[in-house]
């Protein structure tokens, strides 16, 4: 890499249209990146989404180019976090040679680890086996485990393989078990980091948005003094904050979807070319104390 | 050259999974997440032919299991017969808002 494109990265991930948010105590503040900058804390880990490799609709013919760019972005930034999440839809129709593709991409990524969940486009063939046959090993073919990193407990769920008649999100009777189970007797004061492909809480209903045990899943999470929800599968930033939990969705590396609602569908949005890299993205997280956790979106714009 | 061309275009029509239609094929086209027509009648021994026309794929699948297609890109097809009469409903299993159902008689 040139000079010129590093610092070109750099300035990507660096001071794009971001805002961090942090939460702490509960309290949740937002400010602008580009004062923040400069004292941030630790990159403890870095989200990427939706990379649908094998996707080459009109809404970005050239997936590939718009992840190896994300993917030159992170590699080029000071510090490199320790590990990143997939939040799943690595693949656009589940296939095998999509994912040997995606793979071969993800795998120039500059950190030691990468914990991925299963998108709804990863399982299309139903019990998920080119999926599971490249990242089951974690979860003993389950596709959800927990693991704890820096201090943080992270717990990685799968809502795409048991959908509701209504079209959201399930874990199961067994996850839900199994979450119940992970997190009880962990100190409230450990923060707990859980990621899952479909949002945990109710976006558009109407849209299949959400996931139907939502409430049973918060409810586990309620007593933990720092709690970050993060999810992909709806290509935008939107979050939430309830009490101590922050929920937020990552932006895609593939292509935009339409807000909530607007059009027949949540189906892939052609925009202008060059408005193109300011809708596809990252999200990190960075630490900048002992139970502060914050996240930073940014953009290839 | 001739017949190679013609050999490339009958390539690509069953790459895509497009097969020459029959007459007595129904369609079933899928657009802006719907399956059109939603309810439908068929006599036993008829050939159901699914296209999906959004840019997001689709899929195909029997809620009891009985016929599951692959996701369908823009364009893909999908074909099934159904041979016994009876009440089939189905869903997208990448949109399971998405619900459609064929009575065969």
């Known amino acids: 890499m040139t000079d010129t494109s590093r610092r070109d990265a750099l300035k990507c991930l660096g001071v794009g249209a971001g805002t961090l948010f942090t939460l702490s105590g509960g309290v949740f503040s937002a400010f602008d990146m580009a004062q923040a900058r400069e004292d941030m804390g630790t990159p403890l880990f870095l989200q990427i989404s939706d990379t649908h490799i094998g996707f080459n609709k009109n809404a970005n013919p050239d997936v590939i180019g718009t992840l190896n760019a994300t993917i030159d972005s992170i590699n080029a930034m000071p510090r490199q976090p320790a590990f990143a999440i997939h939040t799943g839809d690595v693949t656009h129709l589940s296939k095998a040679g999509e994912f040997d593709t995606a793979n071969q991409l993800l795998s120039r990524m500059k950190v030691s680890e990468l914990h991925v969940v299963p998108g709804e486009h990863d399982v299309t063939d139903g019990p998920g086996a080119e999926f599971f046959a490249r990242f089951g090993k974690a979860s003993g073919n389950k596709g959800y485990y927990s693991f704890d990193s820096q201090g943080v407990h992270f717990v990685a769920l799968v809502n795409v393989m048991n959908f509701k008649p209504n079209g959201l999100g399930a874990l199961g009777e067994d996850q839900l078990a199994w979450l119940k189970d992970d997190?009880?007797?962990?100190?409230?004061?450990?923060?707990?980091?859980?990621?899952?492909?479909?949002?945990?809480?109710?976006?558009?209903?109407?849209?299949?948005?959400?996931?139907?045990?939502?409430?049973?899943?918060?409810?586990?999470?309620?007593?933990?003094?720092?709690?970050?929800?993060?999810?992909?599968?709806?290509?935008?930033?939107?979050?939430?904050?309830?009490?101590?939990?922050?929920?937020?969705?990552?932006?895609?590396?593939?292509?935009?979807?339409?807000?909530?609602?607007?059009?027949?569908g949540p189906g892939p949005l052609v925009v202008p070319p060059a408005q193109l890299p300011g809708m596809l993205g990252v999200t990190m997280a960075v630490r900048d104390g002992k139970r502060r956790l914050s996240l930073t979106d940014s953009t290839l714009a | 050259?001739?017949?190679?061309?013609?050999?490339?275009?009958?390539?690509?029509?069953?790459?895509?999974?497009?097969?020459?239609?029959?007459?007595?094929?129904?369609?079933?086209?899928?657009?802006?997440?719907?399956?059109?027509?939603?309810?439908?009648?068929?006599?036993?021994?008829?050939?159901?032919?699914?296209?999906?026309?959004?840019?997001?794929?689709?899929?195909?699948?029997?809620?009891?299991?009985?016929?599951?297609?692959?996701?369908?890109?823009?364009?893909?097809?999908?074909?099934?017969?159904?041979?016994?009469?009876?009440?089939?409903?189905?869903?997208?299993?990448?949109?399971?808002?998405?619900?459609?159902?064929?009575?065969v008689k």
């Open chain 1, 183 to 264: 997190l009880a007797g962990r100190s409230a004061s450990q923060p707990v980091v859980v990621f899952a492909h479909m949002p945990l809480w109710t976006i558009y209903e109407p849209w299949g948005w959400g996931t139907g045990e939502g409430e049973q899943i918060a409810s586990l999470l309620r007593r933990f003094g720092s709690v970050t929800v993060l999810n992909g599968h709806i290509h935008q930033i939107v979050q939430k904050v309830e009490g101590n939990i922050l929920f937020h969705t990552a932006r895609s590396t593939a292509y935009p979807q339409p807000s909530a609602g607007t059009g027949p």
């Open chain 2, 1 to 103: 050259m001739k017949s190679n061309f013609f050999g490339v275009a009958l390539l690509l029509a069953s790459a895509a999974g497009l097969h020459p239609a029959n007459a007595a094929d129904v369609a079933v086209n899928i657009k802006n997440f719907d399956y059109s027509p939603m309810d439908l009648n068929i006599a036993a021994g008829t050939t159901v032919v699914w296209k999906n026309l959004d840019g997001e794929p689709h899929t195909i699948a029997s809620i009891d299991g009985q016929f599951r297609s692959q996701a369908l890109d823009q364009d893909d097809s999908f074909r099934f017969t159904f041979d016994h009469p009876g009440v089939y409903k189905y869903i997208c299993s990448i949109h399971p808002k998405m619900k459609a159902t064929i009575t």
